[in-house]
């Protein structure tokens, strides 16, 4: 099984700065692709970012403001979030694809606790 823990999350400032870490741990073969979410009260879940091996993508929302990172040999990801919004306000969730040892045919996705973001004007 894979299990994915998020922190970082908290209450900033406008214009401040933020930086979410995600590690996922437990029997894991392969990750294929890790990535952000978020959720604001009343809202869909909503994409922020992902990161492959090869490629970022972002949300436009947030391009230029939000930088995501990973390192492959810890099975982590990070979000370094800049410039904040109150709009950023939202419960952020880590996202994995990835395989296990137990059945390594199949990818699947696992998802983080989220952890709260707050952005106070």
């Known amino acids: 099984q894979v299990q994915v823990v998020e922190s970082g999350g908290g209450l900033v400032q406008a214009g401040g700065s933020l930086r979410l870490s995600c590690a996922a741990t437990?029997?894991?073969?392969?990750?294929?692709?890790m990535g952000w979410y978020r959720q604001a009260p009343g809202k869909q879940r909503e994409l922020v970012a992902t990161?492959?091996?090869?490629?970022?993508k972002y949300a436009d929302l947030v391009k230029g403001r939000f930088t995501i990172s990973r390192d492959n040999a810890k099975n982590t990801v990070s979000l370094q979030m800049n410039s904040l919004e109150p709009e950023d306000t939202a419960v952020y969730y880590c996202?994995?694809?990835?395989?296990?040892?137990?059945?390594?045919?199949?990818?699947?996705?696992?998802w983080g606790q989220g952890t709260q973001v707050t952005v106070s004007s």
């Open positions: 990161i492959t091996t090869s490629s970022t």
């Open positions: 437990g029997s894991i073969f392969s990750i294929d692709l």
């Open positions: 996202n994995v694809l990835a395989r296990s040892r137990s059945d390594m045919r199949v990818l699947r996705s696992y």
